[in-house]
C-alpha cells in the first residue's frame, strides 16, 4: 500500500490495514523517540516509553479525528502526557544525566567528536533544566522534535502567537543559563 500523507494512512489504519498502522510508526518513531529521550535523557527508558507512546496510539487510534487535531501533533501529545505520567509516578526524580547517551551522529572510530557532543549536549541539558517548563517544552518540541508552530500550538493547546512568544523568551532564558553553565 502507498498512501500519500498521514492522513491517509490514519484512514486506512482505522478501516483495519495493518501496514498503514506499520506505515505510521515508521514515520514517526524515530522523531517521537528523540523527543522522548530529550524529555528523560535515558536511551532504555525513552525506547519503552516510545512503544508505549506507539501502543497507545493503536489503541486510541479509531477514536482519532483528523479534523481536530493533525496526527503528528496528536501522537506528540500522547508522548508529552505518557512523559508527565511518567514523572508523576516517579515523584518528581530527576532524569539521569546525558553521559549515557550514545552516539547520536552513528560516528566512526575516534572517540573526540563524540565526547565533545556529550558535553555541549550535556550543558545543553544543563541550561533547558533552568529555564521555564513550558519554555522548555516549546524549545524541545520545536527544535528536538522539529515541529512546526501550528502543531506545537495543538500539542500544548496554545495559540500560535503564545507558542512564539513562549519560544522567544525560552531561547532568550536559554541563552543565559548557557552562559552559566
Keep these: 500500500m502507498l498512501a500519500a500523507n498521514d492522513a491517509d494512512l490514519v484512514a486506512c489504519a482505522q478501516g483495519g490495514d495493518v501496514d498503514a498502522v506499520g506505515e505510521l510508526y515508521d514515520a514517526h518513531h524515530e522523531h ?21 507512546i506507539f501502543t497507545r496510539m493503536v489503541g486510541n487510534l479509531a477514536g482519532y479525528r483528523p479534523t481536530e487535531v493533525p496526527f503528528r501533533a496528536w501522537l506528540y501529545q500522547i508522548a508529552r502526557n ?62 528536538a522534535a522539529g515541529l512546526p508552530l501550528q502543531e506545537v500550538a495543538l500539542s500544548l493547546d496554545r495559540t500560535v502567537a503564545a507558542v512564539k512568544s513562549l519560544q522567544h523568551r525560552g ?7 548557557l552562559k552559566q553553565v
Excluded at 171 to 177: D, G, M
Aim: overall charge neutral; aromatic content about 6%.
Design 82 to 143: 505518557l512523559i508527565v505520567d511518567h514523572y508523576r509516578k516517579e515523584d518528581g526524580r530527576s532524569s539521569l544525566p546525558l553521559s549515557h547517551a550514545e552516539n547520536l551522529s552513528g560516528g566512526g572510530n575516534h572517540p573526540g567528536p563524540l565526547v565533545e557532543q556529550k558535553l555541549v549536549l550535556e550543558r545543553v541539558q544543563e541550561a533547558l533544566a533552568q529555564i521555564d517548563p513550558l519554555q522548555r517544552e516549546v524549545i524541545l518540541l520545536r527544535f
Design 171 to 177: 531561547l532568550k532564558s536559554l541563552r543565559v543559563a
Design 32 to 52: 517521537i523517540f528523540r523527543y522522548v529521550w530529550s524529555r528523560v535523557r535515558d536511551k532504555q527508558l525513552a525506547e519503552d516509553l516510545t512503544g508505549e
